[in-house]
């Protein structure tokens, strides 16, 4: 299982907190953002991880972080020169992934779940972490997943109007080595971007094979994206430490 950490992208619902940096590189209480998905694939038992930044903070990217020795893990680099859509790490990090098993996990994501059994007993496909969110309005920013009393996935919509259900795509993401072609394949979304969420995408590609398996957690999970949400993830560090 090799492991994806997507840190690119401008963050510019955080400016003017990232005019200057990035919101990966920003503090979460005691540790840069970033430290957190890191510490999620290696709680999981992935040491081998390919970090993807845009070019403006890569220097900041590479002295914070080195050989990635300090987390008992092994880091390669690659650079996202336009933020075109989360699925396109799977096209950034084809030869890095080869023919192995991928997790990616998004860069701003901070998690208190322990993914290592569920990545473990992978065996091909797709395999989303997903949560219920208490307000329509939370569920409303994210990826909606419908699923029936046994956990398969019945749909995936982004950002939809009218949510089918609380459940929402966490950013974290387990595929087969395949993921690297369907996403080469995907046509952009109607907002310009490789989805991975949306319609058409890279979930939706593997739901409709068949072969998309989805894992309900209740532990701590935020998007640490907005100046709200990013503040709260503070907080529960705080608490927590």
Known sequence: MKGIVLAGGRATRLRPLTWVISKQLLPVYNKPMIYYPIETLV??????????LSPENSGLFL????????????FS????????????AFV????????DDVTMILGDNIFDEDFSEKIKN?????QIYIKKLPTMEEVKRFGVVEIDENNTVLSIEEKPEHPKSMFVSTGIYTFDHRVCEIAKNLKPSARGEIEISGNPSVS?????KGELKAFVFDSYWQDAGTFDSLLEAANHMAEKN
């Open 63 to 74: 002295n914070l972080l080195g050989t990635g020795e300090q987390f008992g893990a092994h």
């Open 204 to 208: 939706n590609t593997f739901l409709e």
């Open 43 to 52: 709680r999981a038992g992935i040491d081998d991880i390919l970090i993807i």
């Open 92 to 99: 950034i990090g084809e030869d890095f992934i080869g023919k």
């Open 122 to 126: 992978f065996k091909s496909g797709g």
């Open 77 to 88: 680099y690659a650079i996202q020169k336009e933020p075109r859509g989360l699925a396109e």
